[in-house]
């Protein structure tokens, strides 16, 4: 057996996950878990990357001897470095507010429905093409003579090589997914040097040796190779589904969900842009036609108003209350900030003419019901305008250990869904680490050996979805 470190950054917390792989096992233990804790300054939201590297040299020494390392983190954000290779300034948080009506101002220049049909990303204000346009005018860009996306970053100051991995660059909405290069007429309509960014790696290539530096800081003995993982986290996961065929959908659950098709092509329709799905790419060039939902971020942002409250006592509270008394639409932009999290679901129930939730409970069966809805509808819709039919949902990552929503989403979907692995982006990062070490085969002996070594559970649909119909329609614009 061999062991890999794969690090994996989240936007509440980051681990370094050891799997250890071998012809016909496959183990994932953690070595160390760290904070990530965004900083309000009087600039902005910003996150504070010099702890989390801190994370990943602790992580690393707590790891001990590994055969490679390999890094995925959350998508879009990015740092900017001078001529020297130093950070410019702390990374801003995709929720920082700078991006409020860029996105109308890059419109006017590339019209929507131009942009989805070049790039094939949904609209989302913290897209990085939105991110840039809003710091057109900054000190910081002006001086930049590199741009790279937060698993990058912290790669270059492992190894001091630069790179862009295309995964999570597919996420910047600029990149085209018929090509997996560069789109450059949207770049150059809209003034963004692509000659910010390093060279396109691909998930398995070499991203060079850990420094001496960082040799010495983490005990390790060298060489020691990082790898090109699928550095958005969501690209690690979906190469993590344990799926016996093609005929599948998974979510991808934590902060968000991520509900969608893994197929060989994009889908640049103008009906798929009217829906709001994304063409977002993955292991071996496939592309990953998903929606993004705003997940269990609702239910987090509660959970943190309250105090942090057991979850377990609150779920089978919940699972009591009675079903699709009340529903809002979790994929609405009103429910993106921080703060007041269930005064801001009460108020949008109440809008709608729907039971308002008053106790924990209430809410927290709002919150997982429509879950479950947008679950259905993203699914449904995919289908449909991918043309590919499924017979079975996977929910992957932290969501499927919380059985009520499995439970849900299964019954709203009218499909058998699997949950499992939980820690689906670390054992991606790990398994596309261990196949370029020749551990592992191509993508479908990687699923096998997932299917084989991992806990999963299968949840039947139960019931009709005619209520889960009818409780769609009662929110608004439906």
């Known amino acids: 057996m061999k062991s890999y470190a794969a690090v994996d950054l989240g936007a509440s917390s980051g681990r370094v996950m050891v799997g250890r792989v071998g012809p016909d096992s496959l183990q994932l233990t953690e070595a160390h878990r760290f904070p990530n804790r965004p900083v309000r300054t009087p600039e902005g939201l910003r996150w504070d990357i010099l702890s989390l590297y801190a994370g990943v040299l602790d992580g690393l020494r707590a790891a001990g001897h590994v055969d490679s390392v390999g890094i995925d983190s959350w998508a879009v954000d990015y740092g900017l470095l001078d001529a020297d290779g130093a950070l410019l300034g702390n990374p801003v948080h995709y929720r920082d507010t700078r991006t409020q009506g860029v996105a109308e101002k890059v419109w006017a220049t590339v019209p929507a429905a131009e942009l989805y049909a070049a790039t094939g990303l949904q609209y989302a204000p913290f897209n990085t093409l939105y991110q840039l346009v809003a710091a057109a005018s900054s000190a910081q860009l002006a001086h930049a003579k590199r741009l790279l996306l937060i698993p990058d970053l912290l790669t270059y100051w492992l190894t001091g090589e630069a790179g862009t991995e295309l995964t999570n660059a597919s996420t910047t909405q600029l990149i085209d997914p018929r090509t997996g290069d560069w789109s450059y007429d949207v770049a150059a309509r809209l003034g963004i040097d692509l000659e910010l960014f390093a060279p396109l790696r691909r998930p398995g290539d070499p991203a060079g040796l850990l420094r001496p530096d960082v040799l010495e800081e983490t005990g390790l003995t060298g060489p020691v190779p990082v790898t090109t993982v699928g550095s958005h986290d969501t690209a690690s996961a979906v190469a993590a589904v344990p799926a ?14 991520l509900v969608g098709l893994e197929l060989t092509a994009p889908v640049l329709t103008e ?6 799905f994304t063409n977002e790419l993955g292991l071996d060039g496939t592309v990953r036609y998903l929606r993004n939902i705003m997940g269990l971020w609702l239910l987090q942002e509660c959970l943190r108003e309250w105090g942090n409250p057991d979850l377990g006592e609150l779920l089978a509270a919940a699972a009591e209350v009675p079903a699709l008394r009340s529903v809002v639409d979790a994929g609405d932009a009103e429910f993106l900030a921080p703060g007041r999290m269930p005064s801001r679901i009460a108020d949008a129930c109440r809008a709608s003419g729907q039971p308002v939730p008053g106790s924990r409970a209430e809410i927290t ?3 997982l019901d429509s879950l479950a809805l947008a679950h259905r509808r993203a699914v449904r819709q995919a289908q449909e305008l991918a043309d590919h039919p499924v017979d079975v949902v996977h929910i992957v990552g932290g ?8 439970r849900l989403t299964a019954d709203a979907c009218g499909l058998p869904v699997v949950a499992g692995p939980p820690e689906a982006a670390a054992l991606g990062n790990v ?8 551990q592992t085969g191509d993508r479908t ?18 019931g009709s979805t005619a209520a889960w119909q009818t409780a769609e329609a009662r929110l608004p614009g439906r």
Do not use: H, K
Not at 431 to 438: E, F, K, N, Y
């Open 431 to 438: 398994l596309v680490q261990a196949r370029a070490d020749g």
């Open 365 to 367: 069966r709002c919150i």
């Open 445 to 462: 002996e990687m699923r096998r050996l997932l299917a084989r070594t991992q806990q999963l559970t299968r949840y039947e649909p139960e």
């Open 399 to 406: 969501g499927a250990r919380n059985a009520l929503l499995c």
């Open 271 to 276: 009906a798929s842009r009217a829906a709001n």
């Open 244 to 257: 016996v065929n093609e005929r599948f959908a998974y979510i991808c659950t934590g902060t968000w969900s």
